[in-house]
């Protein structure tokens, strides 16, 4: 299997995902320096303008630590762009990723070929993120270098897969890099993913709860009560079937075990203020694999312990 010299030698096959509202330049920049890909949505620099500032300190702040230990450099980030119609901001958020030469831009909803022509005339790579090989196939087609399989049990926008079942229908036509995202949470699920096929473990839920993220604190402690059975599946929120912390759902007054069908047509991922933050704000995207999460703890913490749990599941099934 094929991975691109920037995705090489990463202290573990570990891209924290993009987090809509709670990631942002801390989270990223200390996920990038503990040796995995960091990354964070456009859109969540607002207004527009902040994604300039946020791409400066992200640069500045990597290459200064690149500088202070050649030994152990960071990891790159990444920038994640929502290809819908209603992201009335792509254009301006590109040119100013082409502006700071972001070195890997990670593409939901849409698959596009002029966006991963634009990304490569700047030397950088996209991953497009699919629930299924038919959207994968797509993707490849319109020029993207590699994927992430969304599989059942991810936070946020969910697929429906098993991902034992998306990965190996992907592995049939395409060797280069994959990840796997979907409930990974700790470095025995890292090895897990690999074995399946994977390049790498995409991961999101877990690191909502930690010190850099931006959530609230209950938001936080929520993630760390939270097991399997509190992750409700719903397409009410945005459109699309998601997953969700079935607490949050209750706290908004709704019935979680009767919720209505989302419109597909309420998506909106519009720059202004109208958009729906909401969605996320009060309800929470989590996917499944929080009753791993036991406790809140800096980003490195976190690190460090995937890769402990990593190393050791080796070792256990020896490889
Ligand atoms: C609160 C939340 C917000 C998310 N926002 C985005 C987003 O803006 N863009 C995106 O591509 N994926 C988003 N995702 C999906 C993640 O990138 C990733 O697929 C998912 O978190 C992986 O599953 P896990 O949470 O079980 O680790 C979000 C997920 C969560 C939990």
Redesign the pocket.
């Known amino acids: 299997m094929t991975v691109p010299a920037i995705l090489k030698n990463l202290r573990l096959p570990v891209i924290g995902?993009?987090?809509?509202?709670?990631s942002g330049p801390e989270l990223v920049i200390a996920q990038c320096k503990a040796g995995i890909v960091g990354s964070f949505?456009a859109?969540?620099a607002r207004p527009q303008a902040m994604l300039d500032e946020w791409l400066h300190r992200i640069t500045e702040e990597l290459s200064a630590h690149n500088r202070a230990n050649p030994d152990r450099p960071a990891a790159p980030f990444a920038v994640?762009q929502?290809v819908h119609k209603s992201n009335d901001r792509l254009e301006s958020d590109l040119e100013t990723c082409a502006k700071w030469q972001v070195p890997i831009v990670?593409t939901?909803l849409g698959a596009r070929e002029d966006l991963n022509t634009a990304v490569h005339g700047w030397g950088g790579i996209t991953l497009h993120?699919v629930i299924d090989d038919r959207f994968a196939r797509k993707a490849i087609e319109k020029g993207a270098d590699g994927l992430?399989a969304?599989a059942a049990?991810?936070?946020?926008?969910?697929g429906r897969l098993s991902p034992f079942a998306i990965i190996q229908e992907i592995r049939q036509w395409f060797d280069g890099p994959l990840a796997l995202?979907?409930?990974?949470?700790t470095g025995d699920a890292v090895l897990a993913a690999q074995a399946m096929g994977a390049d790498f473990g995409?991961?999101?839920?877990?690191f909502?709860a930690t010190t850099e993220a931006n959530a609230d604190q209950a938001y936080k402690d929520g993630i760390v009560a939270g097991k399997a059975s509190d992750i409700v599946y719903s397409n009410l929120f945005t459109g699309v079937h998601g997953?969700y912390l079935r607490a949050s759902i209750v706290a908004a007054g709704m019935d979680p075990d009767a919720l209505p069908e989302g419109d597909l047509k309420t998506m909106d991922f519009g720059g202004g203020n109208g958009s729906k933050p909401k969605a996320?704000r009060d309800i929470?995207?989590?996917?499944?694999?929080i009753g791993a999460v036991t406790e809140v703890e800096s980003v490195s913490a976190r690190v460090d312990r995937l890769e402990r749990e990593y190393r050791a599941a080796r070792v256990r099934i020896g490889v």
């Open positions: 995902s993009p987090l809509f509202i709670i949505p859109l969540n994640n929502i990670i939901s993120d992430i969304v049990g991810a936070g946020g926008h969910a995202s979907g409930s990974i949470a995409y991961i999101g839920s877990p909502i997953n996320w929470w995207g989590s996917g499944q694999g």
